[in-house]
């Protein structure tokens, strides 16, 4: 004969599995929540960044910049590398990262007249959405899936890719 449970042991069986229902549907809907993030910042990163790391057949060269405003700046284009031709005007992103009156190094959207910058600076500023992005999926990782130490190695790779990008630029 099986002994009889006591009525509060077979109310709390119930919970408990509900319990661990809802704490996993927590740490499956904040870790897409975060996964999501992340890879929001590597797309809007990678629409520049692809052209300022994969170098190899695209023209490259250096901008002076002579002209800002309606949120471009433009200047004469100087070719580096083989193969490029001098332009009288590529058009710049106007941003934090560009003035007027200084020279850049720049890689060439091919297809366009549309410059992007090269070199250290170009690469850490095309992933600035990223180094956003870790900043934002650090609190919900830390809230949702309270996970102080993935959060804190997140937030701190994100300062330091906002921080190099500031140095750089």
Known sequence: MIPAMPASAAA???RQASSAVLRFGRIAAMGTVAALILIAGV????GTAQHVLLT?????GTVEVTRCGGGSCSGPYAPVSAGSQARERVVLEDSVAVAEGRTYSVVLKPGSDDAVRSG?????????????ALLLASVVVAGGL???????VLAGSGVALLTAAFVAV
């Open 12 to 14: 709390a069986r119930p």
């Open 43 to 46: 797309w809007a990163s990678w």
């Open 56 to 60: 190899k057949g695209r023209e490259q």
């Open 120 to 132: 250290p600076a170009g690469v850490l500023y095309a992933w600035v959405p990223l180094g956003g």
């Open 146 to 152: 309270r996970r102080t130490r993935a959060a804190w």
